[in-house]
Nanobody, 118 residues
Framework: QVQLVESGGGLVQAGGSLRLSCAAS????????MGWYRQAPGKQRELVAG???????DYAEFVKGRFSIFRDNAKNTVYLQMNSLKPEDTAVYYC????????????WGQGTQVTVSP
């Protein structure tokens, strides 16, 4: 298991930018997939972006061209750069880590609030 701590959330105006950070308690080099999810009030948690240990990235359609995920193995940290933010991006953003060994191990952070004002 790995502990994940998110930071970087806050209040921003529409069109602005934020960078979220997810710091892991151990090396992320061997973590197969790390990702960012979000959950808005009254809605289900949804995938925003993911990145594999090999560097492959995947994005939800609603953030393509605006958000970017990247990982710094030396700092055991994954980032989500969010540009051109919209009010509908308002949500709690969660970091996720998945490791496949004998079975699937999954870890979640506590979440960080992102609020985008009109």
């Amino acid at each position: 298991q790995v502990q994940l701590v998110e930071s970087g959330g806050g209040l921003v105006q529409a069109g602005g930018s934020l960078r979220l950070s997810c710091a892991a308690s151990r090396s992320i080099f061997s973590i197969n997939v790390m990702g960012w999810y979000r959950q808005a009030p009254g809605k289900q948690r949804e995938l925003v972006a993911g990145i594999t240990s090999g560097g492959s990235r995947d994005y939800a359609e609603f953030v393509k061209g605006r958000f970017s995920i990247f990982r710094d193995n030396a700092k055991n940290t994954v980032y989500l750069q969010m540009n051109s933010l919209k009010p509908e991006d308002t949500a709690v953003y969660y970091c996720n880590a998945v490791v496949f060994t004998d079975r699937r191990y999954e870890s979640w952070g506590q979440g960080t609030q992102v609020t985008v004002s009109p």
